[in-house]
């Protein structure tokens, strides 16, 4: 499979260190390039559907740049979606602990939308895993905001981080998926649609 893919030029769609990291550990080259768009939507979409929309957006708007004819784009969106309700990236710290309350003592989806899009094809799916918290204390959840910052997260965590380590009971799926990039799926679509 991974000489299969040496003929294209693999491009990650995505600034996230996290996606970088993912990708990283699956052996391929790759070179980075970040979407700008707003990451808006219109409510008619579906929200399980919200992710998929996103990534598919970035895709377009990075295909639009003078990209190598050979080029292979990986784009990737993620969402936190719990009683019917998406959460999106905080905006500040009242906004993060209103949102890691909502969690606590919750089951939530975390859903990933990915596009894989080369000058001829495009593939577009998305992987969606359950994620079950403990119940959280006012206390935890400020330290974790004190000394996680974590603004630039779907939901406002990180399962990697301490909170996932301290609060996370369960969960049913992927998990490079709640981080940002379900690694399988990709590896697997890869193999057999490039």
Request: hydrophobic residues 35%; aromatic residues 8%.
């Amino acid at each position: 499979m991974l000489k299969k893919l040496t003929k294209y030029k693999i491009i990650l769609g995505s600034n996230s260190p996290r996606r970088k990291k993912l990708l990283s550990e699956l052996n391929l080259n790759f070179d980075v390039i970040s979407s700008n768009i707003k990451e808006t939507y219109s409510n008619k979409i579906n929200k399980e559907k919200v992710a998929e929309h996103l990534a598919q957006r970035k895709a377009l708007n990075i295909s639009k740049l003078k990209l190598p004819k050979n080029y292979l784009l990986i784009t990737a969106d993620t969402t936190v979606l719990i009683n019917g309700k998406i959460l999106n990236k905080p905006v500040n710290k009242k906004q993060s602990l209103k949102m890691l309350q909502e969690i606590s003592n919750q089951s939530h989806q975390v859903i990933t939308g990915i596009c894989i899009k080369t000058s001829k094809k495009e593939t577009l799916f998305s992987v969606s895993s359950e994620v079950i918290f403990n119940k959280l204390s006012l206390d935890e959840i400020s330290y974790y905001i004190e000394n996680f910052k974590p603004f630039d997260k779907a939901g406002s965590y990180g399962i990697q981080e301490w909170i996932g380590h301290i609060g996370v009971n369960k969960i049913n799926g992927s998990y490079t998926n709640i981080m940002g990039l379900p690694t399988n799926d990709i590896y697997e679509n890869l193999k057999k649609n490039f």
